[in-house]
């Protein structure tokens, strides 16, 4: 890429909402300052305040007066249903904005993020509207003499934690259907990544929804997410982040209640590869799961499980399409590469790269960081062969763009390779063979498997994790129903 390549926009005049967003007034949090970094050139962005726990005492109590007054929960489905519709229209007027917060701050290319995140997220936002007015219970059996019925109710205050790997909608995805439920929603994005979500909650405001139902609080996770997760005013807590923040997550919310928690988190997902496959389509897929926003998604498919048949053929074909990549700023039209989100994290990735060649294994494309490209943390599409199943490099979530290469000469043996990982978030299965499909699909440990596909491509199919990739689910209609409670009514007649 040259200097001469058009800008999608300028990334200097993109003025950012800033500060928490408590009852509809953006106002700056009570907590320890820290830099927003644009992960592309390594700029600072602002400095903003955290929410501390006053902020979140305030965003608390703001909430659950809401909650118990009805104001939303009260309202008729269909009526809310309404504010939905309108709220995504108000997104929809606004997409350039949204395109450019959501890109700055992020590891997202704009040129994605308008054809991809934000309508994504306004689809998520219809799709939880539309379901909101078909909530019902069961009439049961009852002996006769009795009605006997089950109803749905929403939990109350809801505190969502989300990451900075895809700002909105990851954080939509909890909002929309914790909000269409009835529940009042106190959103903590990741401190990397606020902008976007900050605007999309003005919004909601704007079509109807009650300000003290929806606020939003930037901050660190151990200050602010610490703050809501054990705050005893939070009925119940949808997290999204790594395994070990997961973990520490679920613990403070078993300490200070019970209160119900869902998890999404880490995955270190394979792709199984068999002889049949059409190689070049496959490569492409497969090359195209390790490059997008630079690996740094879920369920990147980052482990490769290739029949050994063709095993150099394709890996040959992976590492041309590795190759193609054009690394530079997320606002540029022809980036194609984002950078990683920190440097902070482009360490960690050669750290564990260091672990695996010390283990044995051969990193035979990439390995490390581009030099000279504006001065962000780009990292080269990396390949990594002659690997044992206990090498870090296949167990270890790098969340950065590389794969792991493993081979196998019987379908038992790629079900035993891909299923021995403490995750279980997703799988790849490629052949032409519909039995061979199904029994992976059958065997495969994972929350989800794609065959002859990789990656969600409808809403309306649940994702969540096996294993230490979490439980719960976002999407679909089960990301729905997570976030009301059942009640069971029987009355006695006659
Ligand atoms: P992270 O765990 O560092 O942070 C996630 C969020 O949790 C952030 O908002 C952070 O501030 C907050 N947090 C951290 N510690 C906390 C604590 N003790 N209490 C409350 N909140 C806390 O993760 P990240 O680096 O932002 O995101 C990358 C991770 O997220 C990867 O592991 C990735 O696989 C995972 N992820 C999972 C899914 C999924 O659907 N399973 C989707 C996207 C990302």
Request: aromatic residues 8%; proline residues 6%; charged residues 20%.
């Amino acid at each position: 890429m040259t200097n001469s390549d058009p800008d999608l926009f300028d990334p200097e005049t993109v003025s950012f909402p800033s500060g928490c967003l408590i009852a509809g007034e953006l106002r700056e949090g009570l907590g320890d300052p820290f830099p927003v970094i644009r992960p592309s050139d390594g700029k600072i962005i602002l400095t903003m305040r955290g929410a501390d726990l006053s902020d979140v005492d305030r965003a608390v109590e703001v909430a659950t007066q809401a909650f118990r007054s009805g104001t939303w929960r009260g309202v008729r489905p269909v009526d809310r249903a309404r504010i939905f519709r309108r709220w995504a229209y108000l997104a929809e007027q606004h997409l350039d904005e949204l395109v450019q917060l959501e890109a700055v701050a992020s590891t997202r290319l704009a040129s994605e993020a308008r054809v991809a995140d934000i309508p994504k997220a306004i689809e998520i936002i219809r799709y939880y509207g539309e379901l909101m007015s078909r909530t019902h219970g069961d009439v049961l059996g009852s002996g006769g003499n009795a009605l006997n019925f089950t109803q749905k109710e929403p939990y109350g205050v809801v505190a969502a934690i989300s990451p900075w790997n895809m700002p909105i909608i990851l954080s939509t995805i909890k909002l929309a259907p914790a909000l269409a439920a009835g529940n009042a929603v106190i959103l903590k994005p990741s401190e990397f990544t606020p902008f976007s979500i900050i605007r999309l909650a003005q919004l909601a405001v704007e079509a109807g929804v009650p300000a003290a139902c929806i606020s939003v609080l930037p901050g660190t996770g151990p200050i602010t997410g610490h703050a809501l997760v054990t705050h005893p005013g939070i009925d119940y807590v949808t997290f999204t982040g790594s395994t070990q923040s997961g973990s520490v997550v679920m613990g403070d919310a078993a300490r200070h209640g019970p209160k119900p928690v869902s998890l999404e988190l880490g995955g270190k997902s394979p792709q199984l590869v068999f002889a049949d496959a059409d190689i070049d389509i496959v490569a492409d897929t497969v090359a195209r799961s390790v490059i997008r926003n630079a690996g740094q998604i879920c369920f990147a498919g980052t482990r490769l499980i290739v029949d050994q048949k063709i095993a150099n053929e394709f890996t040959d074909a992976v590492r041309r399409q590795l190759l193609t990549v054009v690394p530079g700023p997320t606002w540029k039209q022809a980036s194609t590469l984002s950078p990683v989100i920190s440097e902070k994290q482009s360490e960690r990735i050669l750290d564990i790269l260091r672990q695996g060649k010390e283990a044995g294994a051969e990193i035979t494309l990439g390995g490390g960081l581009y030099e000279n490209v504006s001065g962000g943390w780009f990292f080269k599409p990396t390949m990594v062969e002659r690997l044992e199943q206990d090498n870090p490099i296949v167990q270890e979530e790098v969340f950065g763009p590389v794969l792991s290469v493993q081979t196998f000469s019987d379908p038992e043996e790629a079900l035993s390779l891909a299923n021995d990982s403490q995750y279980g978030l997703a799988a790849g299965v490629y052949s032409a063979n519909l039995n061979t499909a199904l029994h992976c699909a059958h065997k495969l440990q994972a929350g989800t498997v794609w065959v002859n596909q990789y990656g969600p491509d409808d809403i309306a199919s649940p994702i969540g994790g096996f294993k230490k990739s979490g439980f719960g689910k976002d999407f679909g209609a089960d990301g729905y129903d997570k976030y009301l409670r059942l009640k069971n009514v029987r009355i006695k007649f006659g």
